[in-house]
Every structure is written in structure tokens, then in C-alpha cells.
Nanobody, 124 residues
């Protein structure tokens, strides 16, 4: 069982930056691929970024590539999402998720564990 708790959301102006954190419980954090997803009002949850257990491979949605960076610190059981050059269309609730695998995973339904989410609002 893995419990995930996101933090770091907030209100920021367009062009600004935020860093989201996701703290995981459990001693096997390094066995999990971690992902970030987001859900805007009235829209489906969508993939943002994912990182493998070792941190040596990451993959991004086209809409955030070059602006967002996913990273992890297995010693701290934490995964991060650095978000730069934020746009109003990045406004959403951001969720982290975990799946016990060594592969990159971009499909929402394949993730086993989810956090409760943190709100990110980007004003124009």
C-alpha cells in the first residue's frame, strides 16, 4: 500500500513558476514509476509527466514539454514537478500517482495509487 500526499499548489501569475511535491509512504517507493496528472473543471484527467523508479527516464505531455520537469528523490520518498512559464490553461487540480513497475506509464487507468490533489491556478 502506498499513500501519496501532494503539496505546493497555489495561485500564480502567468509566466510564473511553482514546484509541486508528492510525498509517499512506504519503504518500496523506489520500486514505483511515478506520474503527475491534472484535471481542469469539466475536463477529463490528463497525463502530464512520468518518471521511472530510478529517475533515469522521464516522459512529458506535449503541452508541458520544455516547461515542466519531473524529478524524484528516493531517499526522501518524494517526487517533484517543477512548473515554469505557467499559462492560464495549466490551471487544474494536479494529482500524483504510483504504479509498481520499471516502465514508463502514461495511461491514467494503469496507475494503482493516487493522491488527493493540489490546486494550481494561473491568472492571466
Amino acid at each position: 500500500q502506498v499513500q501519496l500526499v501532494e503539496s505546493g499548489g497555489g495561485l500564480v501569475q502567468a509566466g510564473g513558476s511553482l514546484r509541486l511535491s508528492c510525498a509517499a509512504s512506504g519503504r518500496t517507493f523506489s520500486s514505483y514509476t511515478m506520474g503527475w496528472f491534472r484535471q481542469a473543471p469539466g475536463k477529463e484527467r490528463e497525463f502530464v509527466a512520468t518518471i521511472t523508479w530510478s529517475g533515469d527516464s522521464a516522459y512529458y505531455a506535449a503541452s508541458v514539454k520544455g516547461r515542466f520537469t519531473i524529478s524524484r528523490d528516493n531517499a526522501k520518498n518524494t517526487v517533484y514537478l517543477q512548473m515554469n512559464s505557467l499559462k492560464p490553461e495549466d490551471t487544474a487540480v494536479y494529482y500524483c500517482a504510483a504504479r509498481r513497475t520499471k516502465a514508463i506509464v502514461v495511461v491514467t487507468t494503469l496507475y494503482e495509487y493516487w493522491g488527493q490533489g493540489t490546486q494550481v491556478t494561473v491568472s492571466s
